[in-house]
């Protein structure tokens, strides 16, 4: 590689290194933001603090990508340098490795969602329900929306796959009365126990997920908002859909054990 060229090398490093920099300080000022609007969670959240929180959000994604951008060049001019000193056999090695690394990050994504499996076995298993809160899905498959509610597993019939469930809080009217319904496994399923965190799915930002709507025991389709969750047993901060207020969708908190993978086909 010429000086020149080593120059532009070391040139983009820096750039690099610099958007680094600038990502750091703008994800820190995006986390003092959700702390600040989470320590008001009771009350409507300024348009001042979800304005300023967009275009954070929009100078992180802007940030992200000139950084890939950079980083292929980077990439571009070292693949130039290394490939020009290397004989077949050392190329045909390297482009093996990262096939390798490829498929183990595709693995990796798939292995974020280790609980589905874990969910799902508990129902081929159904006996470990019972006695269970779970997430069931109470309207018929003509029904124009899906409706789902949290319910009791009270009893399991093993050869037809059946759970008989109870809903224990059915509403606040005088006339609601706690109702039993006898549903099919597909409409069943299972949260993440609450007192291990390990059982529960790490939903990443911008994943659509089933969750229950603070303060009731009904489950909504909403989206995940946070840019960083430290533990799996803390909190979600989410947006639900049909929540707009004043033009906007408010973030709420719901806790971990309280969220699952959104169904395939989920009607709302």
């Known amino acids: 590689m010429s000086g020149v060229d080593m120059a532009t090398l070391l040139e983009k490093s820096k750039e690099l290194d610099q958007l680094r920099k600038e990502q750091e300080e703008v994800i820190s000022e995006i986390n003092k933001l959700h ?48 490939q020009s000193g290397l004989t077949v056999p050392q190329r045909k090695k390297i482009e093996g490795s990262e ?42 498959d003509e029904a124009e929306k899906d409706e789902w509610f949290v319910v009791k597993v009270i009893h399991v019939d093993k050869d037809a796959k059946e759970y ?7 509403g606040d009217d005088e006339e609601s009365m706690q109702r039993k319904y006898k549903l099919p496994m597909q409409r069943i399923i299972p949260f993440p126990k609450k007192g291990d965190p390990s059982s529960a799915p790490d939903f990443p930002p911008g994943r659509h ?4 709507y603070p303060g009731t025991t009904a489950l909504y389709k909403a989206t995940v908002v946070n840019s960083h969750r430290k533990r799996k047993s803390d909190d979600y901060l989410l947006e639900f859909d049909d929540d707009e207020e004043d033009g906007s969708l ?19």
């Open 209 to 212: 997920v089933l969750a229950v």
């Open 164 to 170: 008989e469930v109870l809903d224990e809080e059915p």
């Open 35 to 82: 702390r600040k609007m989470l320590s008001d969670f009771s009350e409507k959240a300024p348009d001042n603090h979800l304005g300023k929180l967009r275009q954070l959000y929009a100078t992180a994604k802007d940030l992200s990508e000139n950084e890939v951008s950079v980083s292929n060049v980077l990439m571009s001019q070292l693949d130039a340098l290394l």
């Open 250 to 268: 408010p973030q709420r908190s719901v806790p971990f054990y309280r969220v699952v993978q959104l169904p395939e086909g989920h009607r709302q």
């Open 99 to 140: 096939q390798k690394k490829k498929r183990m990050k595709i693995d990796g994504d798939n292995a974020r969602f280790p609980p589905a499996a874990s969910m799902r076995n508990q129902l081929d298993h159904p006996a470990n329900l019972k006695g269970e809160q779970v997430a069931a899905r109470v309207t018929p």
